[in-house]
């Protein structure tokens, strides 16, 4: 297929979804994911054809609707005009071994970069930690180099595994979700948790990390569906007065 200046060819919905994941690059933005004109999103696109990626150049703050490219799996771009970003790759490899997964974010939020520049395991001692009971945040140190080529994609894809984000030695953090709902999540939880573990340990008091199976109990309880969609609105709601 060749390159389109026309947007959404398939389905005009895409836009309105779009929109969306436009409005989640801006709360990460808000809620400290951002890096200059670093940092992307990708939407898997409905009808198969690949995924919908923001295009480079652009801050977290300035992404719109407007501003994604449409890319296969092997990063050649089949809609939209600008530049494509060097780590294509990081997307498209998670979203081939995740096919649940709708939607892979990827910035370099400063605490959760700070703490994995370091090699202290992740620890869910609050309850944006819980988020993540599940699997953990693994901690991808392969490489701190960016994700530019389909086999550190892939590499970075199975540390992943099944876990909802990743942190990237030297270099930021990955996150994903079934919708864009549970990926904005991923990401600004991720932020919090590590926030919280960095001011505990820098403390010097002594913790104990809770039980798992209470801290997984204890996800299911705050973090069922109805809250996530409640904190969802709460951060469009916020970013509406922000950018008001």
């Not at 719109?64 to 092997?74: E, K, N, P, S, Y």
């Not at 771009?77 to 096919?99: K, S």
């Not at 992740?122 to 701190?144: D, L």
Request: proline share 3%; net charge negative; charged share 25%.
């Amino acid at each position: 297929m060749s390159n389109s200046d026309a947007l959404y060819s398939q389905d005009e919905s895409i836009g309105t979804v779009l929109n969306e994941v436009a409005r989640a690059h801006r709360i990460l933005e808000m809620e400290g994911h951002g890096d200059m004109s670093m940092g992307h999103l990708s939407y898997r696109d409905p009808f198969g054809r690949g995924l919908w990626l923001k295009k480079g150049n652009l801050g977290l703050e300035e992404v719109t609707a407007a501003d994604f490219i449409l890319i296969d799996f092997d990063g050649n771009v089949l809609e939209g005009q600008g530049l494509r970003h060097l780590e294509w790759p990081l997307h498209t490899e998670i979203m081939l071994a995740r096919p649940e997964v709708n939607v892979v974010g990827h910035s370099h939020p400063f605490k959760a970069t700070v703490f994995g520049a370091g090699d202290i395991e992740f620890s869910v001692v609050n309850n944006h930690g819980v988020y993540f009971a599940e699997h953990g945040v693994p901690r991808f140190a392969a490489t701190s180099h960016i994700i530019t080529t389909q086999e550190l994609g892939k590499q970075l894809a199975a540390t992943l595994g099944s876990a909802d984000a990743v942190l990237q030695a030297n270099h930021g953090a990955s996150f994903v979700g079934r919708n864009i709902k549970e990926a904005t999540l991923a990401g600004i939880f991720l932020e919090k948790a590590a926030d919280f573990q960095l001011a505990l340990l820098a403390s010097g008091m002594s913790y104990e990390v809770p039980d798992p199976e209470e801290s997984r109990e204890k996800f299911r309880r705050i973090y069922p569906e109805r809250a996530k969609s409640n904190f969802w609105m709460y951060f469009n709601r916020k970013l509406d007065r922000f950018e008001a």
